[in-house]
């Protein structure tokens, strides 16, 4: 079944489409041509008229179950409804992110998720929120939104920035459990699958790309920031200004990849950032993942391709080559030597001489049988 129901997305009043939307319902969605996806909030979602609501609801009700929340008969919010959309974040909230210089991608995480909850506890004034509100919300979350347990992370920062930060309360009055993260392993290429990946690639553009990702594990804004100033030939090494926690650091310049970026800009001839997309703007994440899916596609690549997954890829080749793990944790920038120790498990070495005893059980057997 799906569910329509009211959605303030940038200041803007929407329609979320929440629910497993059927192949048919999918198709029929594509007719909205202003349709967008939220990864922060996993759902689709249309800017909210009453007549788009209703269109929207006579288009997918031939396919899927459809149910209002939030709309009346009318396809009009009701009064319940619009008093807690109509919810406004204090200015001291956004004021305080903007004055700490939290990166945009975090103030809208914020500003998204401390919303969300203010609705949920209206008519409650913020200021009086305690622990077990914020208990109760948690559980709201996890038992029946379901969210992921980053998107509850998020929702748990935002609520403390408000309390510890803008109200200076205690942290340790509102400290609240967090779910347990999920420690996965990297997916790691091969070294073939490195150059056919390489190799299928014929874009000039997308290889100089790919290089950098692979050859100087690169995060994905950090590439998309790179600026030409950045790249020192002379040191071998490119300055990647501002990274994750707002840090700098210099990471290797590999030969191959510096002369390829030559032959890349005199080709293409950007200004001030290494990769542009259109008419100078800069490129998107979207359109850099995409194009190494196509790519990994036309390789016959099977495994899920992202930046992330030549960056992982370049750690564990510089660990099996020999580098030190100090050395590759300045690389990649991690402030915690646990996170770049988990290529330990994926890199080809001294692990993949091991051999269990099933094996040797069995080895011993057979000589003793052969001996008999």
């Known amino acids: 079944m799906l569910t329509l129901e009211p959605l303030v997305h940038r200041d803007t009043l929407c329609v979320a ?3 497993r939307i ?34 929207l609801y006579n288009v997918l009700c031939p396919n899927d179950e459809v149910k209002l929340q939030g709309f009346d008969d009318a396809c009009a919010l009701s009064e319940t409804s619009l008093a807690k959309h109509a919810v406004i974040i204090p200015d001291a909230y ?15 995480n914020y500003m998204i998720q401390f919303r969300m909850f203010l609705m949920y506890i209206h008519p409650t004034p913020p200021e009086q929120v305690n622990e077990k509100i914020v208990h109760n919300y948690l559980l709201h979350l996890a038992n029946e939104k379901k969210v992921s347990k980053a998107t509850q992370n998020q929702a748990i920062n935002s609520i403390k920035f408000y309390l510890e930060q803008v109200m200076e ?20 290429l091969s070294d073939d699958e490195v150059k056919t990946l390489f190799y299928h690639t014929d874009n000039v553009k997308h290889r ?9 594990g690169l995060r994905m804004t950090e590439l998309l920031h790179l600026r030409w100033i950045d790249i020192d030939p002379d040191r071998k090494s490119i300055y990647v200004r501002c990274g994750k926690g707002k840090k700098d650091r210099r990471t290797i310049l590999s030969p191959v990849a510096y002369d390829y970026l030559m032959y890349y800009k005199g080709i293409y001839r950007t200004n001030d950032c290494v990769f542009e997309g259109s008419g100078g703007r800069v490129y998107t994440a979207r359109s850099v993942n995409n194009m190494l899916k196509r790519n990994a596609l036309r390789a016959g690549i099977e495994k899920k391709i992202s930046s992330q997954t030549l960056r992982h890829s370049f750690a564990a080749h510089m660990l099996e080559g020999g580098a030190d793990l100090r050395y590759i944790q300045a690389l990649l920038g991690h402030e915690s030597s646990k996170t770049t120790e988990r290529y330990f498990y994926v890199a080809h070495g001294e692990f993949d ?18 001996q008999q």
């Not at 309360?169 to 990297?186: A, C, D, I, N």
């Not at 069995?362 to 049988?369: I, Q, V, Y």
Request: proline share 3%; with cysteine.
């Open 22 to 55: 059927s192949a048919a319902a999918y198709q029929s969605l594509s007719q909205f041509t202003d349709r967008k996806y939220s990864k922060s909030l996993r759902c689709f979602y249309i800017k909210y008229t009453a007549d788009a609501l209703k269109n």
């Open 353 to 370: 001489k091991l051999h269990g005893p099933l094996g040797t059980l069995m080895f011993a057997e057979g000589t003793e049988n052969g």
């Open 17 to 19: 489409i929440r629910g």
């Open 208 to 216: 100089a790309i790919m290089f950098l990702f692979y050859s100087a």
């Open 94 to 108: 956004s004021e305080k992110l903007i004055r700490m210089r939290y990166s945009k991608a975090t103030y809208d």
């Open 169 to 188: 309360g205690e942290r340790r009055v509102y400290y609240t459990e967090r779910p347990r993260k999920e420690w996965k392993l990297p997916t790691i």
